[in-house]
């Protein structure tokens, strides 16, 4: 497995922008599709954005498109999740998830997985 590490969350007010960090470390990163999940209080691990290895390609969940964009650096080994016009529903741990080969929005179908970071919005 590879080790993840998340960075970069934080408290901001809706409307704001964060940005998320994650670093691999252990394995070839670009063997990868990566993966970012979000998890409110008493609710689901819920999909947000994955990128495939190459990172040319890119995949949304509905509830953040247009406003969320993921990126990676496969030279630094990480990945990215650019997070703008923030509403409080988005209040949220945000967790990193790699998986060898192919893209998914599945979050079982991930093996590695951060320990989170937490991204506050306020009203």
């Known amino acids: 497995q590879v080790q993840l590490v998340e960075s970069g969350g934080g408290l901001v007010q809706a409307g704001g922008s964060l940005r998320l960090s994650c670093v691999a470390s252990g394995r070839t990163f670009s063997n990868y599709a990566m993966g970012w999940f979000r998890q409110a209080p008493g609710k689901e691990r819920e999909f947000v954005a994955a990128?495939?290895?190459?990172?040319?390609?890119?995949y949304y969940g509905d509830s953040v498109k247009g406003r969320f964009t993921i990126s990676r650096d496969n030279a630094k080994n990480t990945v990215y999740l650019q997070m703008n016009s923030l509403k409080p529903e988005d209040t949220a741990v945000y967790y990193c998830?790699?998986?060898?080969?192919?893209?998914?929005?599945?979050?079982?179908?991930?093996?590695?997985w951060g320990q989170g970071t937490q991204v506050t919005v306020s009203s």
């Open positions: 998830a790699a998986k060898l080969g192919s893209v998914a929005s599945l979050r079982h179908l991930y093996d590695s």
């Open positions: 990128i495939r290895r190459s990172g040319d390609n890119t």
